[in-house]
């Protein structure tokens, strides 16, 4: 027999080749670098990401000038705004995923949330059968490790488990200012250690159920169970060090999951996942002392270093999405999709056991409903969508703070917002792809926003959503000689956003955040980016030069 060559496009390329504007990272390549996810996707042309601090700190995520909750996380398009601090980017090894998809702003109906600027959906590995393991060590005694596998029988039995386990000293070097306990002046910069900046965390993720199977695709059964520790060094700013405060936190998330393609009637496909999330953090800031950089302290005449609070937020969060895709014909399909979250919420302070607030329930719920119709030919795609936004809340507003009215007052809410998008793409050449999008985008509060955390985060009840207008154009070269691949993209991206909600400080002796909505944020970015593969070496390049304009600017 003569010799026949076979030649197909991986799933991450023909993701690439959609209308939205998307970079998806094939992560094979990095199973054994033992490198957290956050790490990877700092290597996408638009992203940044800054972290507060060594492992465990803070981090903002920042895409085309969204950041915060403005861009949305999904595991396997599963929403992960309540899976807890434990389990995210800076903990998840890069050898738990198959590929990860980053929108640059329109997003898929399927994926069925509020995001204003783009979207992160981390596809995991369903590998039939595997198992490895990384383990790294590093600076400031951190170690790092995970364990993946999966075993699938012939009957169509799968087991599916992702773990991982972080620890870190965090004791490097910052310049910070140095105060005199004995008269409570600054005495200048000095390079200290940072002395109570501790961090572990550990994760599990475990499913089980069939696949292959003549009605169902997949039936799985999960769990993800989490938890970490963290020592907290400072407040809002440097200013304000501590010695003994700390945070915790655990979630435990049942989830079940199901999909069947041809189910009824050739070209009809279902999908269904729900999950319940049980999330708590305790906040702990009892010590009666005053610290320094320098690691002294004085006793305190008052318990607290900062806040004083022994407190225990407890979260507990419905989570449900249905997805209908029906193909027309070869060259249309219509999608429905619907994601419905309620999330109730109580706090409890020991060191305040006469709050009337112990206990008291607030409320958020939230329904997107989505509807979306794609037309495709040889050359060209398209997508059309709108979607429909609801939110309730319910939780309480101090009123007439520091006078003899003071009290607490029931404040309650609904809002309705409809928003709609196109998205098209054309290859002009067969290397050389145009890509348009429009967005009319909103974004609802979240519960950190609105309620706080209990410690450093206030809240701000009278949140209103964030809507923006979104326009992507750009041009995508991808040419392979031989071994070698060449990328090169050019895009334009314009954002025209109102009641921005932007995190700020407040500048007090212990300062603390909050969110607030602001009038409008303007911004045009024009993006250069080129990217070239070879077999064994890679190298990129991405440039902004930002305009801004408006009064409001961010």
């Known amino acids: ?7 197909g496009k991986s799933k991450a390329r023909r993701m690439q080749e959609q209308a939205y504007a998307i970079s998806v990272l094939d992560l094979r390549k990095q199973y054994q670098t033992a490198a957290p996810l956050n790490k990877i996707l700092n290597a996408v042309t638009s992203v940044k990401i800054r972290e507060n601090g060594g492992l465990g700190s803070d981090y903002s995520f920042s895409m085309n000038g969204f950041s ?7 595991m396997d398009g599963i929403p992960m705004d309540n899976f807890g601090s434990s389990f995210n980017l800076t903990n998840i090894s890069a050898n738990m995923a198959d590929r990860i998809e980053v929108y640059k702003g329109v997003l898929p109906v399927y994926l069925g949330s509020d995001a204003l600027g783009g979207a992160v959906n981390i596809v995991t590995r369903n590998n039939a059968n595997y198992l490895d393991a990384t383990y790294s060590i590093g600076s400031y005694n951190t170690h790092r490790f995970a364990l993946n596998g999966a075993y699938t029988s012939k009957n169509g039995f799968t087991f ?26 600054q005495e200048g910069y000095e390079w200290v250690k940072r002395f109570h900046d501790g961090y572990h965390s ?10 292959r199977k003549s009605w169902a695709d997949y039936l799985l059964f999960g769990m993800i169970a989490s938890t970490d520790k963290k020592n907290v060094q400072t407040g809002a700013t440097m200013d304000a060090v501590y010695g003994g405060v700390k945070t915790k936190s655990w979630s435990l998330i049942p989830s079940i999951r199901y999909k069947k393609d041809d189910i009824f009637t050739p070209g009809l496909s279902l999908s269904l996942y729900a999950t319940y999330n049980m999330v708590n953090v305790e906040n702990v800031d009892t010590l009666a002392r005053k610290y320094n950089w320098k690691g002294d302290y004085v006793t305190s005449t008052s318990a607290g270093e900062g806040y004083l609070t022994d407190a225990t937020i407890k979260e507990r969060q419905w989570q449900a999405t249905a ?10 399909n219509v999608t429905l999709n619907n994601v419905f979250s309620a999330l109730r919420r109580k706090s409890d302070d020991k060191m305040y056991p006469d709050d009337e607030m112990n206990n008291v329930p607030q409320q958020l719920t939230k329904n997107i409903t989505g509807l979306g119709y794609q037309v495709r030919f040889n050359r060209w795609n398209a997508n059309i969508f709108g979607k429909m936004y609801r939110l309730y809340s319910s939780t309480y507003k101090l009123l007439d703070q520091f006078t003899e009215n003071q009290r607490w007052e029931k404040l309650s809410d609904r809002k309705h917002k409809f928003g709609y998008g196109a998205a098209a793409t054309y290859y002009i050449l067969p290397v050389l792809q145009a890509k348009v999008s429009f967005e009319r985008a909103f974004r609802m509060p979240e519960a ?16 209103q959503p964030e809507s923006s207008n979104n326009f992507n154009a750009g041009l995508l070269y991808d040419q392979n000689f031989g071994p070698h691949r060449i990328q090169a993209e050019v895009n334009y991206i314009y954002r025209d956003t109102k009641d921005f909600i932007l995190k700020g400080v407040s500048l007090t002796n212990n300062p603390t955040t909050s969110y607030d909505n602001i009038k409008g944020a303007y911004k045009r970015h024009r993006s250069i ?3 070239c593969l070879q077999e064994h070496s890679s190298c990129k390049r991405q440039s902004y030069i930002p305009r801004h304009q408006g009064q409001d600017e961010v």
């Open 68 to 74: 915060g909750n403005q861009v949305k996380f999904f």
């Open 1 to 7: 027999m003569e010799e026949v060559q076979i030649v």
């Open 160 to 185: 599916r488990s992702n773990l991982f386990a972080n620890y870190s000293d965090n004791d490097y070097k910052v310049w910070a200012p140095i105060v005199n306990l004995e008269t409570n002046k």
């Open 323 to 332: 997805n209908v895709n029906y193909v027309i014909d070869d060259h249309q």
């Open 202 to 211: 550990f994760g599990i993720k475990v499913e089980t159920g069939v696949v």
């Open 448 to 463: 950190v926003e609105m309620f706080g955390d209990g410690m450093v985060q206030k809240s701000n009840p009278d949140l």
């Open 529 to 531: 980016a080129w990217l």
